[in-house]
């Protein structure tokens, strides 16, 4: 918009130039100036309808090719278009439960997805392993009041491990006594608590870090605070359980990556045909359809699927 504002001042000016030419030279250049000027503000005003669009959305975006599709920042490259989730299986790769989505970040759609396999597969027990980009403290302990055992890496963002500092997995936590425990061996007592998006955290710290030898290697501020969720108990669990299986990371690689990488060298470099999100729901269903039908073709043979449906 503000080039194309740039754009009529500086056809205006222009025209004014000519309108003090004389009469027979300007007047042809004075005509195509007007229709310049006169497209631009036509687009100038499909501009401000879209601005309109925009300010509108719940999320600021606004797309023209696909009003659904939504730019996946997430994924590092700002691509527009959807997040396919897919749920498979360990032991055969068959893609028990999936869903398309417009959201670019997996952080929401842990529990969501680990549900719907579960109900596929009619289990009453399931196990669910995902990368780094699943971790949420609200969605690992959703999982763990439906009964399914999690298995997610937490991330690696403490900013004071990256600045060559103690992180907050040095501080050992006390149950009996409630309090942390510093690599200097001092106590970090409880002092309150507060409620962050709608997380419930504690704050603990002591009052001895001004003096102590390892300040520096510790924080920069007076005290080294450290915070944690009420239901910290549910992450350090499953974290424990990770370190006692650490072979779950790649069972997720060889697992859900599979068919992933199937589905996408059918599709080829055009990606999704449909447009909307019932369109791509649809045609991504397809794909899993034909993907799960070759996958038990070549388990138990055309034959004997040919014969289930009448057994």
């Not at 897919?86 to 068959?94: K, M, S």
């Not at 955290?201 to 300040?215: G, I, P, T």
């Amino acid at each position: 918009m503000e080039e194309i504002e740039s754009s009529i001042n500086r056809y205006l000016t222009a025209l004014d130039a000519a309108d003090r030419q004389e009469p027979t030279a300007s007047e042809p250049s004075a005509v195509r100036l007007e229709e310049k000027i006169a497209k631009l503000k036509t687009q100038m005003k499909e501009l401000q309808a879209i601005e309109i669009q925009l300010n509108e959305s719940p999320d600021k975006q606004v797309s023209l090719t696909d009003p659904d599709s939504r730019s996946m920042m997430t994924r590092g490259t700002g691509i527009v278009g959807y997040n396919v989730q897919t749920a498979v299986d360990t032991q055969h790769h068959l893609i028990v439960a999936y869903e398309v989505t417009n959201v670019g970040s997996d952080r929401d759609q842990l529990s969501s997805m680990a549900k719907q396999a579960r109900e596929a597969m009619a289990s009453d027990t399931l196990s669910v392993v995902a990368d780094r980009g699943y971790f949420k403290s609200e969605q690992i302990l959703a999982c763990h009041h439906a009964g399914i055992t999690a298995y997610v890496p937490k991330p690696m963002t403490s900013g004071a491990k990256a600045d060559g500092r103690f992180n907050n997995d040095a501080f050992i936590y006390d149950a009996a006594k409630n309090e942390y425990i510093c690599p200097a061996g001092e106590a970090l007592t409880w002092h309150y608590s507060y409620v962050e998006k709608g997380l419930k955290l504690h704050r603990y710290w002591s009052s001895k870090c001004q003096d102590c030898a390892l300040k520096s290697q510790c924080t920069p501020s007076t005290e080294r605070r450290v915070r944690c969720w009420e239901h910290k108990d549910v992450l350090e669990e499953m974290q424990l359980r990770l370190s006692k299986a650490p072979e779950m990371m790649r069972v997720r690689k060889r697992t859900v990556e599979h068919p992933f990488g199937t589905l996408k060298q059918w599709m080829g470099a055009t990606h999704f045909l449909t447009r909307k999100l019932a369109g791509v729901s649809t045609e991504m269903s397809l794909n899993v359809l034909a993907y799960n039908l070759k996958r038990v073709m070549k388990i138990i043979g055309t034959h004997h699927l040919m014969k289930a449906p009448t057994a």
